[in-house]
């Protein structure tokens, strides 16, 4: 890599450091698909709750914050498209749009283009500001997992928050934190 790619501007993702063409660009897209399909992979059950704890949720986080709102959203599309047509790569290698979680996959599509949209305005350049756009990614994911959920098992909202969002907070926070210090580390290494 060069030195001019290597150094960190402004309104830059991690992405654009690398030399810029649509190969680079398509192969960041089915990457961040595969990375999440991969990620979803690591899941824990959770007793009571059709929603297991995955790694789905950090792979979205950073697939957004890494590629860009663009790509980060294109990534995401594709994960969900090609889960609906059958690729088993939704949590615990299911796939289709009938699980009671694909709210949550819907949430990851606009989740991953928000928290991109945040770190081209350098939102994973400090600790404290991935923290936010990590919280704010999660909470957008919840805001619409959490009634499509309710929708999709036919539950109260008071029983789909304790199924669909309480037993996942505290996994959540630990995977911001993993995000707090891995993006502005990349950052910090990069600008050297």
Known sequence: MSTAAATARPGEVLADLLPASRVRDAALV???????GLAAQISVP??????????????????GTA??????????????LAGIAGVPWFADGTSGAA???????LGMILAS??????ARRGADRTALRTAGAML???????????????????LSASDAIAL???????????KAALAMGALPTAWKLINR
């Open 46 to 63: 959770v007793p009571g709750s059709p929603v297991p704890v995955t790694g789905q949720t950090l792979a979205v986080l950073l697939v």
């Open 164 to 174: 669909g969002l309480t037993p996942f907070l505290i996994g959540d926070a630990l």
């Open 30 to 36: 089915l990457g961040g698909a595969a990375f999440t």
């Open 136 to 154: 704010l990614g999660e909470a957008i994911i919840y805001a619409i997992g959490v009634p499509y959920l309710a929708l999709a098992v036919d």
């Open 67 to 80: 590629l860009g709102a663009g790509r980060g959203f294109l990534s995401l599309a594709l994960y969900a």
């Open 99 to 105: 699980a009671p979680s694909f709210g949550y996959i």
């Open 113 to 118: 283009t928000v928290v991109g949209a945040l």
